[in-house]
């Protein structure tokens, strides 16, 4: 079976804290990707990986950053959380052009 | 750009009656592959099917039937005799090659509540 697992299942941070959520694949997947999911936007992509240390900006990268620095792992990194960062993020990870499969998701408050 | 479009925000029905999902794509690449996921009140998603652009052919299992129109960009779920059981938010997904790595899209989701 497929594992994609999230280091944490709810996490509370405060405002202007440097946040990290990390996930972790045993697959051997080539694409690991992070989403943020709110209610009416669906889930939009933040960043991408397509192997390691390479990544690509999705469509809302602001205010985030990643790191792939093993195949295994992708780390999502908010350098100063803020409110609006308020969400549940979930990370996924496929083989090329192949079925994606996703973590149990991370819902984190920013206070 | 690729694009998802789920104009259905919200769906709800009776038990045993037929429910379909819509989704409309944009995207530019001649090759291409579809998804469709179901993400349950516990909240974690759960892949349903897969369809590359090249392969047009209905699909069916069980309850689930798949219609993929390339000539509307769409590729609409629809569940027959549904159950409370299928209530969930359904997310239609595509993937597109890129100079580097495949980008996967997703829609805007459609919570579907079925009724006893």
Known sequence: DVKVTQSSRYLVKR?????????????????????????GLGLRLIYFS???????????PEGYSVSREKKERFSLILESASTNQTSMYLCASSLERATAFFGQGTRLTVV | AQKVTQAQTEISVVEKEDVTLDCVYET?????????????PSGELV???????????????????????????????????????DSAVYFCALSERRTSGSRLTFGEGTQLTVNP
């Not at chain 1, 397509?50 to 809302?60: A, F, H, L, N, R």
């Not at chain 2, 090249?54 to 569940?79: C, L, M, V």
Request: aromatic content about 20%.
């Open chain 1, 15 to 39: 405002t202007g804290e440097k946040v990290f959520l990390e996930c972790v694949q045993d697959m051997d997947h080539e694409n690991m990707f992070w989403y943020r999911q709110d209610p």
């Open chain 2, 47 to 85: 892949f349903l099917i897969r369809r590359n652009s090249f392969d047009e052919q209905n699909e069916i299992s069980g309850r689930y039937s798949w219609n993929f129109q390339k000539s509307t960009s769409s590729f609409n779920f629809t569940i027959t005799a549904s159950q409370v059981v």
């Open chain 2, 28 to 40: 530019r690449d001649t090759t291409y592959y579809l998804f469709w996921y179901k993400q349950p």
């Open chain 1, 50 to 60: 397509y192997d390691v240390k390479m990544k690509e900006k999705g469509d809302i």
